[in-house]
């Protein structure tokens, strides 16, 4: 069972469905007989689907034709980065799992670079693409008083912060971290609306 399972998990993979594939193969690699292919088939279907991701990211999003009268709903947008992020870590996890296997194939020492290659742009594209979704569409005339509002509450928090050596002092300063790091997104928003 565990063969013929694994034999359709390749014949996804080779028909381009590398979401079924990936299903299989994750059945397939938390048994032991065949656990360190089917880690590496893992990780190849999941690259595989990022891939195919980033082949629809370079798509032309094509406009819905309004109807006459209708409101428009704005759509959440969909975060590719993100979704693209998680498929490579989750391939980087996968063939870590099949080198343990083989730790001497250089086959999937190549394939793990290759997975974790982007991640650290990915990442930063995912974050980027997250604050966007959440701040992109404000005008400047409510972002700029939010991220005055919030720096001028991280100022007057900051000095009660300092000079108090409660218990809750690091709670307190992880409060302000957290608004500084808001401010930061709501700069970022700003600067990238400005270029």
Do not use: C
């Not at 990211?57 to 947008?77: C, L, R, S, Y």
């Not at 594209?125 to 992109?136: H, K, N, S, W």
Request: proline letters at 6%; aromatic letters at 6%; zero cysteines.
């Amino acid at each position: 069972a565990e063969t013929l399972r694994f034999n359709a998990a390749l014949s996804f993979l080779k028909a381009g469905n590398s979401g079924k594939a990936a299903d299989l193969f994750r059945q397939l690699a938390a048994e032991r007989n065949a656990g360190s292919e089917a880690a590496e088939g893992l990780g190849v279907s999941l690259f595989r689907a990022a891939e195919a991701l980033s082949a629809v990211e370079k798509e032309e999003p094509k406009a819905p034709t309004p109807v006459p009268g209708a409101e428009k709903i704005p759509e959440p947008k969909r975060n590719l980065s993100a979704e693209k992020l998680k498929l490579f870590e989750e391939a980087a996890t996968a063939f870590q799992q099949a080198l343990r296997g083989l730790p001497e194939d250089d086959l999937r020492k190549q394939n793990l670079r290759a997975a974790i290659t982007g991640i650290p742009k990915l990442r930063e594209e995912a974050r980027l693409a997250d604050i966007m979704g959440r701040y992109g569409e404000m005008p400047p005339e409510q972002l700029v008083p939010k991220l005055l509002d919030l720096q001028r509450g991280a100022y007057a928090a900051s000095a009660a912060a300092f000079t108090n050596n409660s218990p809750d002092q690091i709670k307190r300063l992880e409060a302000l971290a957290t608004k500084q790091r808001e401010a930061a997104d709501i700069w970022t928003t700003s600067h990238q609306n400005m270029m």
